[in-house]
């Protein structure tokens, strides 16, 4: 087993791991958090919410210690978290392996596998989904393949089905990210292990260029260059120092291989599979706004105000769901002065965001009875 | 009771051009709350003065006939009845301040028009806001030299005349004896007696008792305790005041978020369900959040900042006094009409009792919320931190004076050992990220009156910064323990007059420039002879002398520096002042346009840049050949760059002509063009992308209505030009499915000439900013297009580069190149 533990606070919250495995065989992570209070470990009638990180992050990201996490709000508000590394977690060893997977991978095995055994193990509990960046995306796949019917309802953070750079991220992650898939297989983010001599010292002398007060380079290539696209991951002042300090253990190093998938997808602004028709992913759709007809629980579109990563991802998203699928139960909400994955990881993110989420969950929780 | 015969009062004869009647049934029937007052405002004119009463009327008016003569106790006591019974509220006496007794602007409305109609007692609004104490009204009244003559007695009392109501008015400082008589509403107090008119009161000097008034609550200062420094630790346990308003409902999420701080918020109300719901209703109506995990770190205490203690109980304010480690003093009563001793209670004697708090039990840092009102005075040559503040005696407004004596109290107090921090922010303006605002800032009030009129005063400097920043570095300061007990101006990036104006000419909202009184005249003229509800605020500020001295200080004072302040934002990595330009007060400006208090260039209005745009083709069948030939005459026009860059349209006028649709040409009614929908993303999966879409309604000479759609699409070719030319329309009947369709055309030889050569500016911008709006306009119209027209190719030269092997293809290419030559290797060994 590679998987790395968890790195959740253990004097608040009991861990159940679960040795998962995808039906292709890549090993994923899956585990269950119950609160450590007697109530809680008792409860059985909670609805269920599956947590999806982003790429290259994992499920260290909504159990974040030194902050109230997203996990901690869940269980105080009566919910089950579970949580997903799919194979894009950097507490697993795909991104650095030699092994390439897409979008596809995570849309057809990863998230309807998941989804499935957590719906053998809690029965006719309501199950919800909570995911982001390319992670929602990737639900966004599954959703409108008919792969994960029936939930109970949907939060995609920071982008779902139209994906949106700014132009400098089309030049640098685009054509720069075209050179690079050939030189690099992966772009790593610990400066620490990289070290001052390696090929990947330019990348982070780039970085570095426009750093202001911050003199870690880790934060560099996450916060000024976001792995040489050119993009933002978060607003630096929103992080809590120790979530600052431990930016290596939160995000791992980002595959080469994957950014073709990603342009073609972004070019778009639509969610669409790699893999064209024959090649075992028939399930998926072609273009999945013009299948989002399939989508059969309501949405919540959650974005930063200062997103400098897929920017008006969400804004944009809702505006054509709205427009060209009007059935469909779609919200969108801005979190003022919040960045790309802040609105997790942001130290004050209990305060400004998890309260969207906790009334959405409550409004399809109270709905529901 | 009303009066009658029998209470010795006549019912008072109406006078018309006076009668509230009408005014007080519409107050009755309108809606109550801050959010009316503008309207309310806005429907009456602003009651006569004695003077103006007398003087409107052209002559004197001559004894009412029963009217009751008045005493000053008398008539104060019948106004305390009266504004009892409106404010329903038992413990008022004469000498409480009705706003602070929770009088409202909307209440001084209706207390001025209950006055009037069942007193016969005609105060102007203004002399309510001066000072709202009953004694000080009915004196006011009494003792103005331009009182109306005084009625006759009622004869049926036939009582002897009592003597003359002599001397000057007694100071109105907190000991002064003041009538004692506890209202009991529904209880009208009429003269039962005969009473000889106060003639001989003076007039008042409000500025002399000002100014007694004030040495009077700074002395209180010399009565505080005194105390040790506070630990310096960031508190773990804050008292925050005015958390229900603009800033303060800001600083308690900023606190929240950036320190590990339990606030106790004060908030007034009976309960705390009630003064949590106040809070809550606060929060929402500036866009910040209020939820479960919120309440985890508030405590909602409920008190008043008005009363002794704060209106709380010995064991609350003890238990406060040794648990607490920080106090901030948000709260202020922030009006710009009411005088100094109708503000004090709140912004002085307030902040004065938590500086008894601060200093009672465990010694705490007071961080109070100053403003560079304490500058206000007009010609004053500096404002640093730590710059000589105005003399009091030059101040004219009661807010200049309250804000001034409170930091001079709070002085005092550092003396006595109270580690006591003045921030002082000059403006707040509205959040840029949500565009949440204070309607009744000044500079709200501003920017208001020259977006709707494009007319300014000349402005030294705007000495202003968002809420947003303010809070921000306020709540660092009150966190980090070096920095208490000093200065700060949170004034951020003062703006200048040339780039507001430059700011208003890119989005094409140019302004004109006027000195400041001109500019006075202008905007009071205006709203005489068209007023606007949402400027009633603004209006009201600049009819009132006080208020007037408060904006012309505010646009003609020097800019304000903080070099203490921007060296604590550097060394605290905190963001730095940046100019308020039009990007940050994009929210604030939708959110005010929302509201009313701007108005944003409509279709309606003379365009701001227009051309015209012809177009030809066929039209057919919807399901057959396009045969018919068709033609568009159209002009296209932009009210502003704001509808262009925020709402990527363009507006449409003109004709369409097609014999298939009607003989004579067909009108567009309305039209519209929407730049790159939807960014451009494809209507189904394919390289097809939009680029324009075209959406007429249309009217023929019948009078008949159709509509048409037409799409300008970016396709992978290289035809570019043609692309951007062509439009593939569908039309039909007015609520009926398309009955033709048809390709349409700009000729390319009357492309440049119309859309380039072609373009019109309004005439009445000088040449330069004509230039400036036809540049703006194709710059952003072709980077649009631009982007648009490449999209299709990026994407299928990306397919291309797909194919391209990637490094662990190369890795295996260059592992097999090794194995091969390794091979050759051997065999040449071999």
């Known amino acids: 087993m590679t998987l790395r533990p968890l790195y959740a606070p253990m004097d608040r919250v009991t861990v159940e791991q679960i040795p998962f495995h995808a039906s292709d065989g890549t090993e994923l992570g899956l585990s269950r958090l119950i609160a450590n209070t007697p109530t809680d470990q008792n409860g059985t009638d909670r609805p269920a919410v599956l947590l999806l990180h982003g790429l290259t992050a994992s499920a260290d990201m909504f159990v974040l210690p030194e902050t109230r996490n997203l996990v901690d709000v869940l269980l105080s508000a009566g919910y089950e978290p579970w949580l997903l590394d799919w194979r894009g977690s950097c507490r697993l060893p795909h991104n650095e392996g030699r092994v390439r997977y897409t979008f596809d991978d995570v849309a057809l095995y990863d998230i309807p596998e998941a989804v499935s055994y957590i719906r053998d193990r809690i029965g006719r509990r309501q199950l919800f989904v909570v995911a982001h960046c390319l992670g929602a995306l990737s639900l966004s796949l599954s959703m409108t393949g008919g792969l994960v019917p029936g939930l109970a309802g949907v939060v995609a953070q920071g982008v779902f089905m139209t994906p949106k750079y700014s132009a400098r991220s089309r030049l640098l992650g685009h054509l720069g990210g075209e050179w690079g898939r050939s030189r690099w297989t992966h ?23 426009s750093a202001g007060d911050c003199d870690d380079p880790t934060c560099h290539i996450l916060h000024n260059s976001a792995w040489g696209t050119g993009a933002s991951l978060y607003v630096h002042e929103n992080l809590h120092e120790r979530t600052h300090n431990r930016l290596a253990e939160l995000f791992g190093s980002a595959p080469t291989w994957i950014g073709p998938h990603l342009r073609r997808m972004e070019l778009a602004h639509t969610a669409m599979p790699w893999n064209t028709a024959g090649q075992g992913y028939d ?60 609105p997790f990881i942001g130290r004050g993110a209990a305060l400004d965001v998890f309260g969207h989420i906790v009334d959405f969950l409550d409004e399809r929780s109270a709905a529901s009875t | 009771m009303n009066p009658s015969p029998e209470t010795g009062g006549d019912v008072p004869a109406r006078h018309h051009e006076v009668d509230r009647q009408h005014e007080g049934e519409l107050i009755e029937s309108g809606p109550r709350g801050s959010a009316a007052i503008a309207g309310l405002l806005a429907r009456f004119q602003p009651p006569p003065s004695p003077r103006q009463s007398v003087d409107s009327t052209n002559a004197p008016q001559g004894p009412v006939s029963g009217t009751p003569a008045w005493g000053l106790e008398q008539l104060a006591k019948a106004i305390v009845s009266k504004a009892a019974a409106l404010l329903d509220i038992k413990e008022i006496d004469t000498e409480t301040d009705l706003f602070d007794a929770g009088a409202t602007s909307v209440d001084a409305v209706r207390l001025v028009a209950v006055l009037d109609r069942e007193l016969n007692v005609r105060l102007s609004l203004d002399d309510v806001f001066a000072d709202a104490r009953p004694r000080r009204l009915a004196q006011r009244w009494l003792g103005s030299p331009t009182k109306r003559p005084l009625p006759e007695a009622p004869a049926a009392t036939g009582a002897p005349v009592a003597p003359a109501a002599t001397g000057a008015p007694e100071l109105p400082v907190a000991s002064a004896p003041s009538a004692t008589t506890t209202a009991s509403q529904g209880t009208d ?12 009161l003076p007039v008042l000097d409000d500025h002399a008792e000002d100014l007694a008034l004030i040495m009077a609550d700074l002395a209180r200062a010399d009565q505080l305790p005194w105390c040790g420094d506070p630990e310096p630790v960031p508190p773990r346990r804050v008292l925050l005041t005015g958390v229900t308003g603009f800033l303060g409902g800001h600083m308690l999420l900023d606190l929240l978020r950036h320190s590990d701080a339990h606030v106790v918020c004060l908030v007034r109300g009976d309960t705390v369900q009630d003064a949590e719901r106040r809070l809550a209703e606060g929060l929402a109506g500036f866009s910040l959040p209020w939820s479960a995990e919120i309440r985890r770190r508030v405590t909602v205490l409920p008190g008043d900042l008005r009363r002794p203690r704060l209106g709380l109980t010995d064991e609350q304010w003890e238990l406060l006094a040794n648990e607490l480690d920080s106090v901030v003093s948000v709260a202020a009563a922030v009006d710009f009409l009411r005088g100094y001793p ?5 912004n002085v004697l307030g902040v004065l009792t938590l500086a008894e708090l601060a200093m009672t039990g465990r010694p705490k840092p007071l961080h109070h919320i100053s403003s560079i009102a304490v500058f206000n005075e007009i010609g004053i040559a500096s404002m640093g931190e730590d710059d000589p503040v105005a003399h009091v005696d030059r101040l004219t407004a009661g807010y200049d004076k309250s804000k001034w004596a409170a930091e001079a109290a709070l002085r005092r107090a550092r003396d006595r050992g109270l580690k006591a921090t003045f921030l002082r922010p000059g403006g707040i303006v509205g959040h840029t990220r949500t565009g949440a605002y204070n309607p009744h800032d000044i500079n709200t009030g501003l920017f208001s009156a020259i977006s709707r009129y494009r007319v300014a005063p000349k402005i030294n400097y705007s000495n202003s910064a968002p809420v947003d920043w303010v809070s921000r570095v306020a709540t660092a300061v009150i966190c980090e323990p070096s920095g208490w007990g000093q200065n700060y101006h949170l004034t951020g990036r003062p703006d200048t007059l040339t780039e507001m104006v430059r700011d208003q000419e890119l989005g094409g909202l140019n302004v004109r420039v006027m000195a400041w009184d001109v500019w006075l005249k202008d905007f009071l003229a205006r709203c005489e002879s068209d007023p606007v509800p949402e400027l009633e605020f603004m209006a009201r500020v600049l009819r009132n002398p006080a208020g007037q001295k408060i904006v012309e200080a505010s646009v003609t004072a020097p800019m304000a520096t903080g070099e203490r302040t921007e060296a604590f934002v550097a060394r605290h990595k905190l963001p730095p002042p940046t100019r308020y330009d039009a990007q940050a007060r994009l929210k604030s400006y939708e959110r005010m346009a ?43 026009s932009i009210a502003s760059m704001y509808q262009l860059v925020q709402h990527r349209t363009i507006d449409v006028r003109g004709t369409v002509s097609c014999s298939l649709l009607h003989p004579d040409p067909l009108t567009v009614d309305d039209g519209e063009i ?14 097809d992308h939009p680029l324009l879409r075209y959406r007429l309604a249309l009217r023929d000479s019948d009078g008949n209505g159709w509509w048409l759609e037409g799409w300008k699409t970016a396709r992978a070719r290289f035809d570019y030009m043609k692309q951007a030319r062509t439009l593939t329309i569908r039309a039909g009947r007015e609520g009926e499915p398309a009955s033709l369709a048809g390709t349409m055309r700009v000729p390319k030889k009357s492309y440049k000439r119309e859309q380039i050569d072609g373009i019109r500016v309004n005439p009445n911008l000088s040449m330069r900013e004509q230039r400036i709006a036809k540049l703006a306009w194709l710059t952003w119209f072709s980077a649009q297009l631009g982007q648009g027209l490449l999209e299709p190719t990026l994407r299928a030269g990306a397919e291309l580069l797909d194919l391209r092997p990637d490094a662990i293809d190369l890795d295996k290419d260059r592992y097999q190149a090794k194995l091969k030559q390794w091979e050759k290797d051997r065999k040449h060994l071999r």
């Not at chain 2, 109708?342 to 709140?346: P, V």
Request: negative net charge.
């Open chain 2, 342 to 346: 109708s503000l004090r209670r709140t």
């Open chain 1, 187 to 209: 772009l790593p983010v610990d400066f620490t292990k990289v070290g001052f001599r390696s090929r990947y010292t330019p990348m982070f002398a780039l970085a570095s260029l």
């Open chain 2, 594 to 636: 929302r509201d009313g208090l701007v108005i944003l260039p409509h279709r309606d209005d003379p365009p701001h840049l227009w051309f015209r745009e012809t177009m030809r083709g066929k039209v057919g069948p919807a399901d057959g050949k396009p045969d018919t030939h068709c033609s568009f005459a159209l002009t296209l």
């Open chain 2, 189 to 200: 107090i009429m003269p039962t007696e005969t009473v000889t008119p106060d003639e001989t």
């Open chain 2, 674 to 687: 929407w730049v790159r929908p939807h960014e451009g993303v494809p209507h189904r999966h394919g390289l």
């Open chain 1, 283 to 342: 399930q998926l759709p072609e273009n999945a706004l013009d299948s989002a007809d399939r989508i059969d629980c309501p949405v919540l579109l959650l974005a930063g105000s200062d997103n400098k990563t897929f920017h008006d991802s969400n804004e944009l998203c809702y505006d054509i769901l709205s427009s060209r699928h009007p059935d469909l139960d779609v919200r969108y909400v801005e979190i003022p002065g919040y960045g790309h994955v802040d």
